[in-house]
């Protein structure tokens, strides 16, 4: 069984327990972390465009390249850590859900966490990321909450309809 387990901050913990949980014994898990190509992108964009080309040791967009390689790989060190079995461990720069996408092709299961709002339950804890992985991914999903799920009291109310739901009446 190939398992893969988007590691992201702030919510790869409740990832990787899912994964020790629900993986079976034996199975080939990759930790999965994805660094936004645009942010170091805008930050090479920024300099050139308002300080010049004349100090490209100065450029702070490879200072972000650099400190996201490090952070992403402390962050897969940690999950594989938390994990305690065997896995591999896979850095991809790139638009975030189509990386994830892409990576899970061929898997058995992709573990992911809700990264929107998590006070309530309902959709908007999901995330634009999430809600395009769960909508695009081509293998099953297991998602979790990061932290314990909000009560079921959290549901938005249904929207009003001016009649109650039946049967049609005939004459």
């Known amino acids: ?9 702030g919510t790869w913990p409740a990832c990787v327990d899912a994964a020790r949980t629900h993986a079976p014994e034996g199975a080939d898990i990759v930790l999965l972390h994805i660094t936004p190509a645009d942010i170091p992108g805008a930050a090479h964009g920024a300099f050139v465009g308002l300080l010049g080309r004349g100090h490209p040791e100065r450029d702070p967009g490879t200072t972000l390249e650099h400190m996201a390689t490090a952070s992403a790989g402390q962050l897969l060190a940690d999950a594989a850590q ?26 058995d299961l992709l573990v ?12 908007r804890s999901l995330g634009p990321a999430s809600r395009f992985i769960i909508d695009h991914a081509p293998c099953p999903l ?8 909000p009560g079921i009291a959290t549901i938005p109310p249904p929207p009003p309809h001016p009649h109650p739901p039946g049967p049609p009446h005939h004459r």
Request: glycine residues 10%.
């Open 1 to 9: 069984m190939a398992v893969v387990v988007w590691i992201a901050e």
């Open 82 to 107: 938390r994990l305690g079995r065997p896995c591999t461990r896979t850095e991809r720069t790139g638009r975030v859900e189509r990386e994830v996408v892409a990576a899970a092709e061929g898997a």
């Open 142 to 149: 297991l998602l979790v909450w990061p932290e314990t799920a």
């Open 112 to 123: 992911l966490a809700r990264d929107g709002d998590r006070t309530h339950l309902g959709p």
